[in-house]
């Protein structure tokens, strides 16, 4: 059964760090030079980290059930305006303690032209129940 969990959440994590977009001004400027924020030690280890704090038993639910956190990374490196949505509250909940669980870890920030940004990211996750 934890196995199952496990690959499930694996799956919604496909599309984990889905980005928003580069503004036109930027895409307009083909001399920027763009670094991704990087969590300390790659996305496997936020993966990872995310899978060991994450409380599957706080969250109620049957059938398939999704939820979407985002968050800021800010050009300090710390996660701020971290907000859940999805129809489960006790997912969107679970989602938001585990985050800022994980914001005492500090991301090295997105850089544009060398200079660290603020950068917003998109985080769902996809969780089926199955009973027993």
């Known amino acids: 059964m934890k196995k199952l969990l496990l690959f499930i959440l694996f799956v919604g994590f496909i599309k984990i760090f889905s980005q928003e977009g580069i503004s036109s001004n930027q895409k307009n400027e083909k001399t920027n030079t763009i670094y991704d924020s990087v969590y300390p030690e790659g996305i496997y280890n936020f993966r990872h980290k995310f899978y060991e704090i994450f409380d599957r038993d706080k969250v109620n639910g049957r059938g398939i059930t999704t939820s979407e956190t985002t968050f800021v990374v800010t050009s300090e490196g710390k996660i701020i305006n971290i907000k859940s949505t999805g129809i489960n509250i006790s997912m969107n909940n679970e989602m938001e303690r585990t985050i800022k669980e994980m914001a005492r870890f500090k991301w090295i920030p997105k850089k544009l032209n060398g200079k660290p940004v603020d950068y917003k ?12």
């Open 121 to 132: 990211y998109r985080f769902p996750i996809t969780i089926t129940f199955v009973e027993d």
